[in-house]
């Protein structure tokens, strides 16, 4: 193997002849990312030896198989660290992997990322993880400012599904959690669900940043997010579960523009790009660019839809009077070849029932355009019989108006869906079925709070 080359970051002073004269050995080894038992690639690796003068410390980075290489060193004790991301968020201060290196041989090492299990009571001493729970971490800062947001609350919900067998219909029992930031602008949540869409929100005095989906990985049972929050951005909540049938909508003076492109770095011309919970939304042009302005500051949500491809969706931070880049590259969806053609309509089930169907209303795509739509919020809005609100704390819901408190079963390609994100842009929808009850409801989702089917277009 080729060697790596290596730095020297801090030289003792000048040595004797007979000690530059000495026989030289190394190090070698491998670094190994236990969560994902894979090699961890362009790691920075450190040697230090304690010197009679200074300690002297070499680094190196790993290469693509997590290898890595020290020549030259004299006999001595070596410590051997590495750097990552992850532990150095969650401050991870575990016993140094100590190397005697004795001339001419090359002493081998290696160095691991601890098991998920470890990072977690690290990052929790002392609690008591049960499966499928983690940890969610990071700093808060005040967008404007820079500085560390003590006091502000950051608030996580999430939902357990379940099957109602009498009513035959997905049921979610709602969670929710919360912590305060501390003077160094830290938060910690312990003990949340992992592998499941997590909804994360900063609130500070009274006023409410943007919603952000995340999802903690079982493999590492923690994730390091840092979140900002602008006073000028958020929107202000009433203390209260009541819902508002108005939204407020952020706004401010950031920007963003970049590129989408697919797995090939093809631009995707027409790509659908917006701020989740924004009115600006806009599309790629050919070249796959996209520019958007007036921009609420702090962390907020993009998204990216373009048909034949996966929704894109990720956190962004944002400041005003600052422009942001942000490049986004989007996976083709698989189709399925080979398939024979036994149906002219592109929604046969939704023709199905329109055509046997009653009490119930059915938009198919030209009825659809007419509306002349821009968000899920609206083409929620314009379903007779439901509305779409927000809660106290950012969630948006959609209610029966017949029933203020029963919320329907929500359905996107006969697919039951949680939350309002989604539901897609109306430009995305070809065909909706509204039931207000249960009467010509699809019998696996019927529900007493009525039903809405969303079929994207093919």
Request: charged share 20%.
């Amino acid at each position: 193997m080729r060697p790596l080359a290596a730095l020297a970051l801090v030289v003792t002073v000048a040595t004797p002849l007979a000690a530059q004269r000495a026989p030289l050995g190394g190090i070698e080894g491998e670094v190994t990312d236990s969560v994902h038992s894979a090699p961890l690639a362009g790691a920075t690796v450190s040697a230090t030896i304690a010197g009679p003068l200074r300690d002297t410390t070499f680094v190196t980075t790993t290469d693509a198989r997590g290898r890595f290489r020290f020549d030259s060193l004299r006999a001595g004790r070596y410590a051997m660290s590495f750097a990552s991301a992850l532990l150095d968020s969650i401050q991870y201060g575990g016993p140094s992997t100590q190397v005697t290196v004795v001339p001419p041989a090359t002493a081998r090492v290696r160095l691991a990322i601890p098991s998920g299990a470890t990072l977690r009571t690290t990052a929790c001493p002392g609690v008591t993880f049960a499966p499928g729970s983690g940890v969610l971490l990071g700093l808060v800062l005040d967008a404007e400012t820079e500085r560390p947001l003590a006091g502000a609350q950051v608030a996580v919900a999430w939902s357990d599904l379940g099957v109602d067998t009498t009513k035959r219909t997905v049921v979610s029992d709602e969670r929710a959690a919360h912590v305060t930031v501390d003077a160094s602008g830290q938060y910690r949540l312990c003990g949340l669900p992992t592998d499941d869409p997590l909804l994360v929100q900063v609130q500070h005095h009274g006023r409410a940043g943007a919603v952000l989906s995340m999802k903690i990985p079982d493999g590492a049972g923690v994730l390091v997010r840092d979140l900002s929050f602008s006073a000028r951005g958020a929107v202000a909540f009433a203390d209260s579960a009541a819902p508002s049938a108005t939204p407020a909508v952020a706004t401010g003076s950031a920007r963003l523009t970049g590129t989408v492109r697919d797995a090939s770095a093809r631009p995707v011309a027409g790509a659908q790009v917006r701020i989740l919970g924004v009115d600006a939304v806009t599309r790629t042009d050919e070249h796959g660019v996209y520019d958007l302005a007036a921009l609420p500051a702090g962390s907020q949500q993009i998204e990216v839809r373009q048909l034949g491809y996966g929704i894109a969706r990720g956190a962004v931070e944002l400041r005003d009077d600052r422009r942001t880049r942000l490049d986004v590259q989007l996976e083709t969806v698989a189709v399925l070849e080979g398939l024979n053609v036994v149906a002219s309509s592109r929604y046969p089930e939704f023709e199905a029932r329109r055509k046997d169907g009653f009490g119930a209303r059915y938009l198919d795509e030209e009825e659809i355009r007419k509306l002349n739509l821009h968000t899920s919020w609206e083409i929620v809005n314009a379903l007779p019989g439901f509305r779409a609100v927000q809660l106290h704390w950012g969630d948006i819901r959609i209610y029966s108006m017949r029933d203020p408190g029963c919320q329907p079963v929500v359905l996107v390609d006969d697919l039951p869906i949680t939350r309002m994100e989604d539901i897609p842009l109306p430009g995305m929808v070809g065909a909706i079925e509204v039931y207000q009850g249960t009467a010509g409801a699809p019998p696996s989702h019927r529900s007493p709070c009525g039903t809405i089917v969303f079929w994207t277009k093919q």
